[in-house]
């Protein structure tokens, strides 16, 4: 299948498709003693523009948290795929999955099923469902969108972690080897993929 970005009839061009994952430490309290339970939580941040004039200043931003893995599930991150899920009710950012579509306001997703997998090679997202854009009487409410599109791995943020700390919480989820620690010019820990 070629890629794909459409709302209703309206197709439009990735600019940038990523995947990118952040690890979530929680802790809870079991017999008085502080317990830390860890999960990656896999994201997409698409970023498209269209050719149609009419529709020039369209310029959707869809993200959102799609996934979320155990630790010790596989130990690269191409073994995310194959994977779905679906949901029916836009849900909020507190929730996974969700995605959200910026156009002229951000608007959430509903009656979705996303699935990433690889094909040639490519780690690939297909997701398809329905979102609000509110433009017009024709662009308004319940319009289909559909992607299939490769992501590029941008990484893993780790908050202001340091190196050794960001290391230890990924070796429960992914291989070490397979990444480069990366400080923000805004302070913020990323292990990038090699």
Not at 78 to 102: H, K
């Amino acid at each position: 299948m070629p890629d794909m970005f459409r709302i209703a009839d309206i197709d439009f061009v990735a600019t940038s498709a990523r995947l990118v994952a952040g690890i979530e430490k929680n802790a809870f309290y079991d017999e008085s003693m502080m317990i830390w339970e860890a999960e990656m939580r896999w994201g997409i941040e698409i970023e498209a523009t269209t050719n149609a004039p009419e529709f020039s200043d369209w310029i959707p931003h869809l993200s959102g948290t799609l996934f979320i893995t155990s630790p010790h599930e596989f130990d690269v991150w191409q073994g995310l795929a194959p994977r779905s899920i679906d949901w029916i009710e836009p849900n909020d950012t507190d929730d996974v999955p969700y995605a959200l579509l910026y156009i002229f306001e951000h608007e959430s997703l509903y009656e979705c099923k996303a699935v990433c997998y690889i094909k040639d090679r490519q780690f690939r997202l297909r997701l398809s469902g329905r979102c609000d854009v509110y433009f017009d009487e024709t662009y308004g409410e319940y319009l289909p969108i559909e992607i299939d599109l490769p992501l590029q791995f941008f990484g893993i943020w780790c908050g202001r972690e340091p190196e050794e700390e960001c290391r230890v919480d990924l070796a429960q989820f992914l291989n070490n080897e397979n990444f480069d620690y990366v400080e923000t010019e805004h302070g913020v820990s990323l292990l990038k993929p090699r």
